[in-house]
């Protein structure tokens, strides 16, 4: 029986053309109870993508969310396959079992650049995809809402992504 702390990791959302690999930490409790990513309603994240992108996300069906980031080249996953937490922080997430990065940057042949989404994130998928590699990787401020930053500072940092567009 497993238990009900144990969170799992939705799968990679990508193609062949994929430039740009966004990598958050583990999906929270909202985003698993509707299996999807970033379902919170307060989280930045289809707001911060939307400007990079320049066109709107938000108000699109999630199935059109993903469809419109994959025709500009830009895929989803999460560095923790599964975990134990308790809630939706990311400091709460124990004893985690990391997705292979590795794997699937390289069966990308376009990407140039992995982005990842908060610092858990990038210290988590910085261990997994090692030293060098032939592909950027930017450390973004979380989308969440409980990282405070201030929504144009986010999306300040967030703008460098259409440089690998």
């Known amino acids: 029986m497993s238990s009900p702390n144990l969170k799992r990791s939705f799968p990679p959302v990508v193609d062949e053309h994929v430039r ?3 990598l958050g930490s583990l999906p929270g409790e909202e985003s698993l109870a ?15 993508m ?13 199935d059109e969310r993903l469809r ?8 989803l996953w999460d560095t923790v396959e599964s975990a134990s937490r308790r809630g939706s922080l990311d400091g709460a997430i124990r004893g985690h079992c990391a997705n292979d990065l590795q794997t699937l940057a390289t069966s ?3 990407l140039r650049c ?11 998928g910085e261990k997994q995809l090692g030293g060098a590699s ?17 929504f144009d500072e986010k999306l300040e940092a967030w703008l460098q992504l259409r440089t690998y567009l």
């Open 108 to 110: 990308l042949p376009e």
């Open 50 to 62: 939307g400007e990079v992108l320049g066109t709107e996300l938000v108000a699109l069906r999630y």
């Open 68 to 75: 419109a980031l994959l025709a500009r080249r830009v895929g």
């Open 20 to 22: 740009v690999l966004v």
């Open 34 to 48: 509707r299996a999807q990513y970033y379902a919170h309603p307060r989280n930045h994240f289809w707001t911060l």
């Open 114 to 124: 992995i982005a990842f989404n908060g610092g858990t994130s990038a210290r988590i």
């Open 134 to 150: 032939p592909f950027e990787r930017l450390r973004l401020p979380s989308s969440s809402p409980a990282y405070t930053l201030p």
